[in-house]
């Protein structure tokens, strides 16, 4: 199972918005919507950030937004802020009824 | 308050054996499936395994097939992870997870996220 596709790092300045790619196949994120997406800071643990593709969980700031088009989803954060630089991951569920995870892309906020 | 506290990392020869344990709180336990993913020091996270709420089905990625099996006992609230013929390329820390939604009487999906994670536990596979 090949790990899924997202850019190494992004960038952006307080208040823009951002967005990370996360491509796959039509074995995995084509194939459901079932993409979630995992904010960790260093040294901490994951966090659930938006589930099947654009779910978020109760808690988490409606500046996260995700998306799907095709075999690419992708994770919005809009108005940006210090706290949100992190590194994300996304994830899939596949048709091997296995999960997925994409590299991982370091935001950096300016 | 839902809670995983992973245990049982540490260092290991090449060829050896480890026991990772991960006691939950909070939740009903039985209600979930429960799942492992790792992280190898500065890179990113791979799923290792899920296990249904009654222990019934068990999905692994390929490069552990074989050699972990993951395992829970619903009385004791714990998942457990196995791991035998450890490489050096199995160091990472290792998290548990609770996987999706919980199951109902009537239907026990296979889990499409992990919420919450645990703190994780290092294992280190090094002579």
């Known amino acids: 199972q090949s790990a899924l596709t997202q850019p190494a790092s992004v960038s952006g300045s307080p208040g823009q918005s951002i967005t990370i790619s996360c491509t ?11 993409v979630s997406w995992y904010q960790q800071h260093p040294g901490k643990a994951p966090k659930l950030m938006i589930y099947d ?22 994770l919005t954060i809009s108005g940006l802020q210090a706290e ?19 590299g991982g892309t370091k935001l950096t906020v300016l | 308050e ?41 890179k990113g996270l791979e799923w290792v395994a899920n296990i249904k709420q009654d222990g019934s089905e068990k999905y692994y990625v390929d490069s552990v097939k074989g050699r ?8 004791k609230n714990s998942l457990y992870l196995q791991m035998n013929s450890l ?3 199995d160091t990472a820390v290792y998290y548990c997870a609770r996987g999706g939604v919980g ?20 294992v280190t596979v090094s002579s």
Not at chain 2, 26 to 41: I, K, N
């Open chain 1, 24 to 34: 796959g196949t039509s074995s995995d994120v084509g194939g459901y919507n079932y």
């Open chain 1, 53 to 74: 593709v654009s779910n978020r969980p109760s808690g988490v700031s409606n500046r996260f937004s995700g998306s799907k088009s095709g075999n690419t989803a992708s």
């Open chain 1, 84 to 102: 949100d630089e992190a590194d994300y991951y996304c994830s899939s569920y596949t048709s091997s009824s296995t999960q997925v995870f994409g």
């Open chain 2, 2 to 42: 839902v809670q995983l506290v992973e245990s049982g990392g540490g260092l290991v020869q090449p060829g050896g054996s480890l026991r990772l344990s991960c006691a939950a709180s909070g939740f009903t336990f039985s209600s979930y499936w429960m799942s492992w993913v790792r992280q190898a020091p500065g």
């Open chain 2, 68 to 75: 972990f099996t993951i395992s829970r006992d619903n009385a």
């Open chain 2, 87 to 89: 490489r050096a390329e």
């Open chain 2, 103 to 122: 199951c109902s009487s009537t239907s026990c999906p296979i889990p499409t996220w992990f919420d919450p994670w645990g703190q994780g536990t290092l």
